[in-house]
């Protein structure tokens, strides 16, 4: 007679199999979503500190934005009739590295002015612009004309025109007459995009994130007239966000 026919217990193999699958799927779902919750609580929180950030020191922020904006028109000799001005708030992600790789991640927000100054006649600075203003891909030597446009370029060499004078722009963009119409399109231009404050790498996303925050004037610029155009930044948000988690070979951003 023979014996009842029962379950048959899996072999040791197939437990062996089952359990390295279900361990996989674990860690599978675990490098899934907890990067997910934690970029999404980083992103709430951060957001929420910003605006509060901004809200507290944005009349302050301004009024330095708009003190250095001035100086640098007046050491110019450009004066102070600005014909159109902006400020953008953006917030960005940067690192902090040791040589290759990153240490850690930090979360930044700024805000950036630029202010169109006309360049008037039978000044010294529209002396100075028709002497030392050349086509910014030509004077930079390996810039292209995509990223510079139709700009012309200036670094302050003002000694011979203003002796003694602080506040100089390291470098000043010139809108020659008969080249841009609108300050949209000169402020669309790379070049003039980049804030010099913030790494070139993160220039994109700084950039990408913008948002206008306040603006005077009027965009439409007078063809028959040349501009310098002014920068000026101030950072009211830092902070260390480390890295993704897990971390396991290298560190990655968070966000």
Known sequence: MSKPQGNKQPSRKKKVTLWLVAIIMVIAIFLIIVPLVQSTILRV???SKSKETLKHNEVSLQSSLDDRITLMAEALGAGRNVTYDVTYDSCYVDH???GWFANS?????????????????STELRKFVELNAEPAN??????????YGKLYVINPEYKAVNPGVVDLPYEVYVVKDHT????????????????????????????????????????KLNTDQT?????????????????????ILFCESPL
């Open 96 to 98: 902090n590295d040791s």
């Open 138 to 147: 030509q004077d930079i030597g390996t810039g292209s004309l995509d990223y």
């Open 180 to 219: 841009y119409a609108n300050a949209k399109d000169v402020l669309a231009i790379g070049a003039v995009a980049h804030n010099l404050n913030v790494v070139a790498y993160a220039s994109s996303m700084e950039n990408t994130n913008r948002s206008v925050l306040r603006e005077h004037g009027s965009q």
């Open 45 to 47: 929180s951060l957001g």
């Open 105 to 121: 991640y930090n979360y930044k927000c700024i805000l950036t002015k630029y202010g169109f100054y006309a360049v008037g006649d």
């Open 227 to 247: 501009y310098v155009v002014l920068q000026a930044s101030e950072e009211y948000l830092h902070k260390d966000i480390g890295c993704r988690i897990p971390s």
